[in-house]
Nanobody
Framework: QVQLVESGGGSAQTGGSLRLSCAAS????????MGWFRQAPGKGREGVAS????????RYADSVKGRFTISQDNAKNTVYLQMNSLKPEDTAMYYC??????????????????WGQGTQVTVSS
C-alpha cells in the first residue's frame, strides 16, 4: 500500500521561507515521478513542481519559478519543496503526489494516482 506523508507546512510572513517534506512508503520509487500540488479555498488544484526520480529533472509552474525548489533524497524516499520569497497568494493546502506509471514527468494532474493528506501553508502580508 502506497503512503505519502507530508510535513513542514505552517505559517510564514511575506518574503519568508518554508520547507515541505513528503515521505513515500510502499512505493516503487525509482523511475517514477513525484510532484507537489496546491489548492486554495474556492479554487482548483494546481501543479506546483514535479521531479523525475530517475534523472532528477524538474518542472515548475510559472508562478513559483525562481522561488520554489523541488528536490529528492532517494535514500530516504523523500521529496522536498523548498519555498522561498513566499507571497500571500501561495497560501493553500499543499499535496504531495506520485505517479504509478512511468509517464513523462510533468504537472498533468491526471497522471498522478497517489496522494498525501495535504499540509497547510499560510502566508500573511
Amino acid at each position: 500500500q502506497v503512503q505519502l506523508v507530508e510535513s513542514g507546512g505552517g505559517s510564514a510572513q511575506t518574503g519568508g521561507s518554508l520547507r515541505l517534506s513528503c515521505a513515500a512508503s510502499g512505493y516503487t520509487y525509482s523511475k517514477k515521478c513525484m510532484g507537489w500540488f496546491r489548492q486554495a479555498p474556492g479554487k482548483g488544484r494546481e501543479g506546483v513542481a514535479s521531479i523525475s526520480i530517475g534523472d532528477g529533472s524538474t518542472r515548475y509552474a510559472d508562478s513559483v519559478k525562481g522561488r520554489f525548489t523541488i528536490s529528492q533524497d532517494n535514500a530516504k524516499n523523500t521529496v522536498y519543496l523548498q519555498m522561498n520569497s513566499l507571497k500571500p497568494e501561495d497560501t493553500a493546502m499543499y499535496y504531495c503526489a506520485a505517479m504509478s506509471e512511468p509517464y513523462v514527468c510533468n504537472l498533468e494532474i491526471y497522471k498522478y494516482n497517489y496522494w498525501g493528506q495535504g499540509t497547510q501553508v499560510t502566508v500573511s502580508s
